[in-house]
């Protein structure tokens, strides 16, 4: 996604390649024309290129089609993009009529410069919107990338050990600290398991609340575990050093239960502290448990199926072997199939008289 340029940016491109044009005429009169028809078409092939730029949020998937509507809105980034198409149709069109007035009018230069302050008023009028997609932009451009593998989503209470577990069995090197909502956003890790990889996503923590009051940052924990999840794993604090209740975490559960169709792992962390009965353990602080709950993760994961070999249709058919004919024969070792020569048969010389002297 390319940068979203300000309205003192677009105009100043836009004002710099009309000028050169109009450098390539000779006649003061029809290089104010071709000023005044150059600027309106740089400006509106400056604000196509704005709109091209963004994706069709109705065509990605929607893991990020819904963290763009949680961070944004979707209908809001669409209403500024429509705003600048509204100025992309206008500066073109107002770019050619006052080019169509200065072939006809008496002094070009009033009509160049009546160009000028109309297409900077109206690309200035969409500066929130420029200003707001370049945020946008910014944000997007920077999130996770969420690949097609097996996933599991780690879910839970905040300061629980989420981010703690995924640092000890992938790649993600997540901020791990003492509070609550440490982590603000998506982390993905992944580890290697044979052939294939695992994909980790270290989620902000939630709060047993109604939807309509949690977060930006909770709304991004339950996008992950609704749209990228293959396998969910919750842990649980039984310590309650999380600084919240075992009995609000297990209604947490449960309502992440009813929410999803995937496999569900529940673990109980900081068994050096408190041990809970029936479920996994495991303490991230010192690591015992996290193999026994890596093992059972991976346990869930599909069979690798290997790809079907495709027969290409345009390929020629193979040919049967032919038959060996009489005068072939088939040699061993290093010898070849040769074609036997048939046998020259030479004729009986004819006697010649010698003459006598």
């Known amino acids: 996604m390319p940068t979203v340029p300000t309205a003192d940016e677009i105009l100043d491109r836009s004002f710099r390649r009309a000028a050169k044009k109009m450098k390539e005429k000779d006649n ?28 069709e949020f109705d065509e990605i998937p929607p893991f990020y089609r819904e963290l763009a509507d949680i961070l944004y809105g979707i209908d809001t980034i669409k209403q500024s993009l429509g705003a600048v198409g509204w100025a992309a149709k206008h500066t073109k069109m107002v770019g050619n009529q006052l080019a169509f007035q200065t072939r006809k009018a008496e002094d070009t230069t009033i009509v160049r410069k009546r160009t000028v302050a109309r297409l900077a008023s109206m690309v200035h009028q969409i500066e929130k919107d420029l200003l707001f997609l370049n945020e946008v932009r910014n944000t997007l451009r920077k999130l996770p990338n969420v690949e097609d593998t097996y996933t599991i989503v780690i879910a839970g209470y905040p300061n629980v050990g989420k981010s703690s577990f995924i640092r000890r069995v992938s790649s993600a090197e997540p901020q791990v600290a003492s509070y609550p909502f440490t982590t603000k956003g998506i982390i993905v ?29 909770e709304r991004q924990a339950l996008a992950a575990m609704m749209n990228a999840a293959d396998l969910i ?33 529940i673990v109980a962390n900081k068994s050096d502290l408190s041990v809970a009965s029936g479920y996994h353990t495991m303490s991230t602080q010192n690591g015992e448990g996290i193999s026994e709950v890596l093992a059972e993760i991976l346990s869930h994961k599909p069979e690798r199926v290997e790809p079907k070999r495709v027969v290409d249709i345009r390929s020629p058919l193979p040919q049967p072997a032919e038959e060996p004919s009489g005068n072939e024969f088939t040699g061993t070792g290093e010898e070849t199939r040769r074609r036997a020569r048939p046998k020259r048969v030479r004729k009986p010389r004819t006697p010649v008289a010698r003459e006598e002297f």
């Open 233 to 265: 794993l919750f842990i649980l604090d039984p310590s309650e050093h999380c600084g919240f209740p075992l009995d609000l975490q297990l209604r947490l559960l449960d309502e992440v239960k009813g929410m999803v169709d995937v496999p569900l792992i």
């Open 28 to 55: 003061k009169e029809r290089a104010n024309v071709e000023f005044v028809r150059a600027v309106g078409a740089a400006v509106h092939d400056r604000l196509v290129s704005i709109i091209r730029g963004f994706p």
């Open 189 to 217: 890790g992944h580890r290697e398991a044979g052939r294939e990889r695992v994909q980790f996503v270290d989620t902000p923590g939630i709060l047993d609340r109604p939807a309509e009051e949690r977060n930006q940052i």
